[in-house]
């Protein structure tokens, strides 16, 4: 066998190797019992994995927000800005202050969107529940989609999961490819999951759109994924879009 196809092989084998670990530390995540309990009523109430603040192309600043999350009860929040983690730290010193004065707080998750191609179309990632500041992540966290290798779903899966994060596709009906294409994919590139419930209509109070869901939630059962939900929130209501 010519050595540069044995590289090839011992590099697929390496990244087979990978997705294993990252499959196996995924399963264990402490944030997946609490998305096996997303519901199509769990937002915007009680979840939300999806929504931005002014560290990206948000309306409202990480204490609004925050603010926010705490009049709607919210038991636990990511924060998932465009290529940007920089809401997280003053948004979880809000909520330590709150918390100290004997407020109720939701559980704050690190969470960042990140843009890649999967099946050659241009989707959105978010990332939930990894360290901070890992290295890993450090080709998405500058305000601009990655290029190259990085650019690609299965190597942005990989780096979520080195990072001790989730990968979950968001919105999976706003794409140029149907989410009956994009679902069976996602997995296929190593993602934990999809947001199962958000608002297609982008009304102002936010709802699930009821076929679209209910189809997306059927499908991400069938491949044994992860069911999310966000707002996805970028004007100044977190109950909306």
């Not at 530390?25 to 931005?52: D, I, K, M, Y």
């Not at 990511?78 to 707080?105: M, N």
């Amino acid at each position: 066998m010519p050595v540069g196809a044995a590289c090839g092989l011992n590099g697929k084998r390496l990244r087979q190797a990978e997705a294993m670990a990252s499959s196996v530390h995924s399963a264990s995540h402490p944030l997946r019992p609490v998305l096996e309990r997303v519901t199509p009523e769990s937002c915007p109430t009680q979840f939300n994995f999806h929504c931005h603040t002014t560290c990206s192309d948000g309306s409202l600043r990480p204490d609004q927000l925050g603010s926010q999350a705490i009049q709607l009860g919210l038991e636990h929040l990511a924060v998932t800005d465009h290529h940007s983690t920089k809401a997280y730290r003053p948004l979880q010193a809000w909520l330590k202050r709150e918390q100290e004065r004997g407020g109720q707080t939701p559980q704050l998750w690190t969470g960042m969107e990140i843009s890649c191609l999967l099946e050659g179309c241009l989707v959105h990632v978010l990332a939930l529940g990894f360290e901070l500041d890992h290295r890993a992540l450090a080709p998405y966290g500058d305000g601009q989609s990655a290029v190259g290798e990085a650019l690609q779903a299965p190597e942005v899966a990989l780096r979520i999961h080195d990072a001790g994060g989730l990968a979950l596709l968001a919105h999976p009906g706003r794409y140029r490819l149907p989410f009956q294409r994009l679902i069976p994919a996602a997995a296929q590139a190593g993602l934990d999951g999809a947001e199962a419930y958000y608002d297609y209509e982008m009304q102002a109070s936010w709802r699930p759109t009821p076929v679209v869901c209910e189809a997306v939630a059927a499908l991400l059962e069938k491949h044994a994924l992860l069911r999310s939900c966000g707002t996805d929130t970028h004007g100044l209501e977190l109950r909306g879009r």
